[in-house]
Structure formats: C-alpha cells, structure tokens
C-alpha cells in the first residue's frame, strides 16, 4: 500500500474520492489563506484604537451588509443555479479585495476600519456559501459525516499560516503586501473551481418526494425555512454566532488591556490564532470523524454549548486570579471555543442539512450563514455597546447574556436532532401514500361454521397447484376460525410451500397467537422458514417481550455473514464466490426484517427499500438513518454488508464487530453440513461439487441424496460416484446401512445422458432473458424447464395459436415467419414467446424449425408459481422486455424519419 494510500484510509477517504476531496481541500485551503489576511488587515486597524467601542460597531455594521450580501447571493443562485453564481462570487470576492486594499492604503479614521472589517466579513460569508454550497451538492449525506471534516479542514493551514504573516506586520503599509496575496489566493481557488466544476455535476437536483406533514407556512419560508430542521438550527446558529462573538470580543480587549504595545498584541493574538487553527487541524483530520461514529451527531451537536456553557461558569472564581489570570481566561475559552466550533459544531451542522432536497440545502445554508449568522454577531454587537451606555453594567452582564443564549441553544439543538430524523424519515419515505396492504381477516361469526376437518382439508390443498388459490381464498375468508388449524401446521409442516402460505395467512390475522406461532417460526434453524415469518410479521408491531429474541437472531445472523465473508475471501472459485454474495443478500433481507421486529418498523421499511434504491443519495439517508436508530454494533455490522468493499476487508471488520466468535471453518464444509437449511439449492450443489472426495462423510452426504431439488440430488449422486471409486472399502460399509445406494448410483449414470440440471442452469444464464439473475435463483425454474424437440421444417406454434410458452433454444435454429416472410431467426442461447409468461394472446407470428431443434419450454402456470416465489425473476423480465420495447420505438422513430 501507498503512503498516499494508507493515509486516504487512515482519513477515511475512499480510492475514488481521492482527487474530489484533494480539489475541495485546496479549494477551502486558497479560500483560507485569502480570508485570514484580510482578517489580520482588518484586526491590525480596529486595534489601534479604541477596540472596546470600535469592535462592536463594526460587528453591527458587518451584520447588515452580510444579510444584504446574503439575500443577493440567494436572489442570483436561484436564478443562475450554483456553478455559475459560484464563479462570480469568487469575480465578486476579487473586486471586492481591490476595494479594500485601496481602503487600506488611504484610510486611516475608524469608519475606514470598519468599512474594512466589514468587507472582510462579507468576503467570509460570500466564500463560505460558494465552498459550502459546491459541497452539499457534490457529496452525500454519509459522505458528509466521513469527509466534511476532512474537505473543511483546509482552511485550518491556511488560517495558521495567515496568522503567522501577521506576526511579520510592524507597519500599517505592509497589509498592503498581505492584500495582494490574499488577491492571488482568491484568483487561485477560482481556478479551482472551474476544474471541479468539469469533472462533477454543480447543480442542485434531488428527486421527487412527499409531501411535509409539517412544514412551516408558505409566507414565512422564505426567511424561516420550508423544514422545522431549518428553522431550529437557524435559531441555534443565531445564539451560537452571538456567543462567539462575544467571547472573541471579550478575548481581543483583555490581550489590548494587558499589551498596551500593538506589536506586542499582534504578537500574542496571531500566537493563539495559529495554535488553534493548528490543533483544530489535527483534531478534524484525525478525531471528528471517528468521534462522530462513535458518540453520535446528537452529542456531538450539544458538545460546544455544553462546554462553553460550563467555561463561562468558572468565570465566577476570576477575583482570585489576577489581570494576568484573567487574561489567559479569555485565551483558553477562545481557544477552546474556536476548536469545538470549528472541528465538531461546523462539520455536523452542516451535516444535518444533507437529508434536505437540493434546493432547500443550499436555501438552508443561506440561511443559516447568510442571515441568522450575521443577525447573531449584530445582536452581540449591540449587547456589547450597552456596558458603554450603563457604566454600572460590569462582566457579568456579558457573562449572563452569553449563558442565557447557550442554554437556548441547547434545549434548541436538542429538538433539532428530532427534526433531523424526521428529515430522513422524509427522505426515504415513499413519495406517493399507498393502500393498506391487505385488510385483517374478519373476526368469525355465525357464517364460519366449517369443521376443523374441512379446514384442514383445505389447508392440505394449499400444496396442490390446481386448488392452492381457491384454498387460500377460502382460508382468508374463515379468519380467525381457521387459526387453530393453522397454528399446528405451522408447528408440523414440512412442505415448504404449505408453510410459506400458512405463515401469510397468520400474518393477516392480528392475535396474540399467531404473533407467537409465528415468531417461533422465525427461531428455527431452517433459514427459509425463518424468511417466510419475518415476511408475514410485517403486520405486527414490535414487542419488548421479544427483543431478546430478536436480538439473538440478529446475532445468528452476522456470524452467518462473517462466515460468509471468510469464504468468499479465501475462494478463488467465481460461481462459488456469486452463490455467497446471493446467500449474503438473503442475510440482508432477513436482518431487515429482524430489525422492524425491534425499532421503528415504517423506518426499517423505508430504509431498506432506499438501500436498493438508484440514487445516491437515496441510499446515503438510508443509511444515515439506520446510523441513527439501530444501536452500533448492528450497524457497522450491516453497513459493511451493504457497502462497496473486498470480502477480505469486510471479513476483517467483522472479525473485530464479533472478537468472540469462533474463528469460522472451511466454507465448503459448513454448507454441505447445514445444506438447505441455510442455503440455496445452487449453493449447496456447488459446494457437493467442490467438496473433496477425501473429506466425504456419508452422514452429511445422506439428506442431499433424497433431496426434492434436482440440482443437490444431482450434485450428492456425484458425489457418491466419485466416493465409490476413491473410497470402495467405505462405500461398501456405507451400502450395508442403506442398500439403495447401488440403484441411486445407476439412475444417475442412465440420466447423465441427457442435459443435467446444472446444465440448465447455464442455458437460462446464457439467454439476455435471465443473464443478470443469479444462479441461485435461476435454479427454482429449473423444475418446470420442458425439453422438448423438433425435426426440422416442423412447425412450434402458428400464428394465432393461443401463447401460453415461452422456448429456449438449446440446438438447432428457429425462424419466425409472417406469411413467407422471414423476421428473424433464433440459435441456441436465444428465446422467443417471451410475452406469453405474462399475458395469454393470440401469437403474433409462426415458429418453424429451420434444422433439428432441442428446446426448453417454459410453460405460463408454472413459470407464475416461481414469479410469486423469487420475484427476481419477474423484475428481470421486465426489465428486458422493456429493453426491447424501447429498441422498437426507436427503430419505428427511425423508419418514420426516412
């Protein structure tokens, strides 16, 4: 590994974001050096007088033109959209640092230093809505929490270096050389952004959602907010901005009053300033990130009131400490002040606006920085004058003011975390409302007076194709009647299908008794059982009766996935690999189903629809979401399932997520063991396949013999063939405890001769029908594949016959013909009749064989059986057979315009 390599992992930045977050690091870094050096210009001036009435005035000053400033930024960002209004704030920064070098070349009086500052805060608030609104549209919400930190921390270099240039400045003409540099600090981030501008999308686009149950009304949105998220941290960065500037404020005077000599000041003030830009660089590189992770947005929110909160309070010993004491007072609480707000607070703030559709994020953040920030330095301002109006008024004012505006801040911060979830639910809730599933069986009554015979009839129908619907029907209609019934087949049953549509009925009966029925399903060891309850106990809310159990079956399913991990690392075998990812998938279905069954079932729900969701950005609020409900262990564990990653990283996350587990054994061997009870058919047929004929144990090969899949029967009887051969004395011994062995042994060599299951399984992989449908559900359709030949001349079907098949060639070619019209011709590999899967019509053409054919029929029944099953299957379809449709409207468009 790299050293640039090893120190993207160690900052948490992935391979491909590398170059984006280098391009926003030195970005923010230009933006940086250039607004530090007309601070330093700025703070050189109003020091040199009066700094106690000066620094006020100014801040109020500056208020007013940020707000102002603020308003244009957002009139043209709405009207030009982000990358350009974003290249002519840089334009504007550029004009605007030409006008306050000339201030500072022949300016002298203390309205010059205030216009002064004044630029200089409009600069600040100008680069920070460019940088921060680039930013929210370029990144995701969970890339926010890893690389926020990172992107922002630029401008922490760049700040120290600013405030060491201004230990070099003894005479007021040399800002002027400060100036320029920040003139070509400004050019250089400009050109900046034009680069990041070609090789990302900057504009503010998010896709369609619902609509807020709770919004603020629509005449206030403009300065409130359209989400109460905004409103609130609207409110608290007010408060927050006023406290700054009063501890700043308080920190500026006391060094003026114990350094009456300016250089001296200077000297001290640019001192503290690189040291806490300095250790705020460290502390955001390498501690916000994994801080956050471990203590949560909300802690990490409340962390800089709380403790300012608590600095203020050790103000009320400062008689005992002397003007010395007092000073390095305010020194600390700056220091400290500016570390938290500018590692943690920045970073998480901004964070908690990415759950928000693109246009009101970056609303949001104009209106946070463009409006209530500066409101929060003027309202300081004006509480800072007061003292100089009312002499009487001593510290302590300032001190009250400031704790009375944190403890707002916090009890404000507090309900901003509520509103934040409420953002995400938002985010990843369906955008239409749809109708309830499926209404609660009636409750019985005098109608319902079928026998527990006749019901158990019909249950037994429920396992034969031609009355499995009228049975389910009439089941549903009995209710709560035929619960009894149904409990003990679930109990007894092992007909998986028997169970898989029993357990759907008890799920639409909301009692007590089938909640329990079916929560004892999911504890059995048979993972598709476990699949079909968690399904049907989507109708029941969670109970803290069963948390433990629940609880220990997520458990049970993250050793699975640790398991599985370490197979797929340790396996060069492609299919095997594949087959593991699937089985992978099916502990993601099933931990999602686990975890509605203890948090908040709606946000379990919407969640994992939006991980499988197409967009981004859908998915990063998922899970920011789940970071935010589930506790962490359960998250970083299903986290590192659905992230990008290598199976060896992800196995060595786990490794650590689950220190005490056993260290897993071969993989091979831990499927062929458990078989179909945890896995796939196609998954333990590979793993039979792949299993050494020395490792063979006849006890576990024995249930896969008399498997109802064709795939493991085929896979074991292979097995058993090749053991016959390597292991005589031991097939001998094996043939004395079930003499039926020799006969298995014989029909599996008189069915050699003909396409094997497995075979089957690559013919369905080599059609486009099904080629981007895993294996391991391309085996349930193997049962129903027909065989099925032609002679050559000999006609399949005809136009008009009614289609109810779909064929897969297998040899030979097929031609389909209007009239003697030849349209196309079909090889093997090729399907046609594909629209009779899903609707019964009258063909639209003849099929005739053009040399002796091998097809494979699938026939409209049976292929709708494995649709209600694996609904892979259907999304696959039509997602070819729309492929196909938009070739034709594209070759229709195209005929029309010649």
Partial sequence: MTLLARWQQLLGIRP?????????FLHNFLLGIGTILVYVAANVILLENQPERNLPLAYGVAALAMVAAGQVYAHYEHHLGLQRVAVRVLL??????????VLVAVGHSVWAAVAIMT???VIYLLTNLEFWGVSAVVFDVRQGRRLFSVISSGDMPAKALGAVLALLVHHHAELLWLLLLAFGAYVGALLVLRTTGREHLVEARSGGRAARAQAVAAPLQRWFGSSRLVLSMCLSMLAIAAVTTGVEYSFFVNVKHQFHDQTLVMRYVSTVLALTYLVALVVKLLV????????????????????????????SQHSSWGPGGVMLYFCALFLTMEILRRAFFDPVFLVLF????????LQAHTLSKGVYEPLGMGLAGLLLLVPHFWPKLDANFTFGWMAVLLTGAIFMLYRTYGHYLDELHHAVSRRFALPHELPAAGQPNSNNTVSEAETEALVAALADKPTRAAAFTELQHLGLAALSVLVRTLQSSTDAVVTRRVAQLCGRLPTAQSRVTLVALAQRPDLGQREDA?????????????????????????????ELLHGQATTANQPVQDALAYELTRVQQRLFGELQQLYAPQAIADAQRSVAHATRERQANALEILDNIIPRPMYQGLQTLLEVGTPAAKAARFDRLLSAATTPGPIVATIVERGETAFSDWTVSLALRYWSATEVHFALLRPHLHSTSPLVRESALAVLARWAETQPAAYQAAVTQEPSLPDLLMSHSATTAHVSAADRVAILQRTALFAATPANVLSSIVPIMKEVSFGAGEQIFAKGDLGTSLFIVSEGEVGIFTGSQLLATFRPGDFFGELALLDAEPRSATAVAQSPVTA???DQDDFYDVMEERSEVLRNILRVLCQRLRKQNEASEVKAQK
Avoid: C, H, S, W
């Avoid at 990415?354 to 994020?361: H, Y």
């Fill in 288 to 315: 916000t990130g994994k801080l956050l992770d471990v203590l949560g947005v909300r802690t990490i929110l409340l962390a800089l009131p709380a403790l300012v909160l608590l600095g203020l309070g050790l103000f």
């Fill in 92 to 101: 504007a920064v550029v004009v605007l640092m030409t006008v306050i070098g």
């Fill in 856 to 858: 494979f029929r699938l």
């Fill in 119 to 121: 630029g200089y805060r």
């Fill in 16 to 24: 491909e974001e590398g170059r984006t977050v280098g391009l926003f």
């Fill in 534 to 562: 968690l399904r049907a106990l989507r109708n029941f809310a969670p109970e803290p009766a069963t948390t433990p159990v629940f609880q220990a079956l997520v458990q049970q399913e993250l050793q699975l996935a640790r």
């Fill in 354 to 361: 990415q759950p928000l559709p693109a246009a009101e994020r």
